[in-house]
């Protein structure tokens, strides 16, 4: 069989494995065929970033709460208890860090204080089309939210819900910058001993990949995330939340009906 007939018999297929992105071809008898390795589209000096497990989300929780329990000051007490309110929020709702930061007490509180169950956003990344999505906060969104409310208004005062939730300089008045959100990720992953490269989109892609591993129908949940994602295809979901082509084959190959 020439080349050209070969080829008629790869299908191309777009896989994560552990530290880039790379371009395979996969045979009809499922086996990778090494002769067409591409890398082209990879970018110079990339890294990938890594999403949080479990286990690593509570190693996490459990590095800040330290530092609440170490503060000396009330001041330096309420900012890490806004950093543990933003990392818990922001790995419970999967939006992208510059939504994040820019949420403000009115957007999760009606006017009695009360926990909003779900509100419409204009993405900054997608703004300049117009367009809308639907967030839906989840239980343990609304306690972190609400635990940061009590605490903020103990160590401080009762905010109004025009002020910033996630503020910069304990200033209200103007949101948390999204370099100083980076440096601190960084650096409660170093301290809880995570070795990855971590960084605020890890909240983000953390999100997407335990929604969709822990799903019962992954099909149904991969469509839920495209959706909430605003990617265009499945495969640019798969992608994002590290879905590794040996996974998704151990997940088809479990279903035998």
């Not at 002769?35 to 990938?48: F, L, P």
């Not at 343990?140 to 996630?166: C, G, H, M, V, W």
Request: contains cysteine; glycine residues 6%; proline residues 2%.
């Amino acid at each position: 069989m020439g080349e050209a007939a070969r080829n008629k018999n790869v299908a191309r297929l777009r896989i994560i494995d552990g530290s880039s992105t790379k371009s395979k071809r996969i045979k009809t008898d499922g086996t990778v065929d090494k002769r067409c390795y591409n890398t082209s589209n990879k970018k110079k000096g990339s890294t990938k970033v890594y999403f949080l497990t479990r286990e690593e989300i509570d190693m996490m929780k459990s590095t800040i709460q330290k530092n609440i329990d170490g503060a000396k000051t009330p001041t330096n007490e309420l900012m890490h208890r806004r950093n543990y309110a933003l990392f818990c929020m922001g790995i419970n709702v999967g939006l992208r860090i510059s939504d994040l930061i820019k949420l403000k007490w009115g957007d999760i509180f009606d006017k009695c204080w009360e926990p909003k169950d779900i509100i419409s956003i204009k993405p900054k990344k997608t703004e300049r089309y117009n367009k809308y999505v639907t967030i839906a906060f989840n239980d343990n969104f609304k306690s972190a939210a609400k635990e940061y409310k009590e605490q903020a208004t103990r160590l401080k005062d009762l905010p109004t819900l025009d002020d910033y939730i996630f503020c910069g300089k304990m200033d209200a008045s103007s949101p948390i910058k999204e370099t100083s959100v980076g440096n601190m990720i960084k650096k409660l992953a170093e301290d809880a001993g995570i070795k990855k490269n971590i960084c605020t989109h890890s909240l983000r892609k953390s999100f997407g990949r335990n929604f969709y591993m822990e799903a019962k129908d992954r099909a149904y949940a991969l469509r839920m995330l495209q959706e909430a994602f605003g990617h265009e295809s499945p495969a640019t979901t798969l992608t994002y939340i590290g879905v590794t082509m040996e996974e998704l084959v151990d997940f088809y190959n479990s279903v035998n009906l």
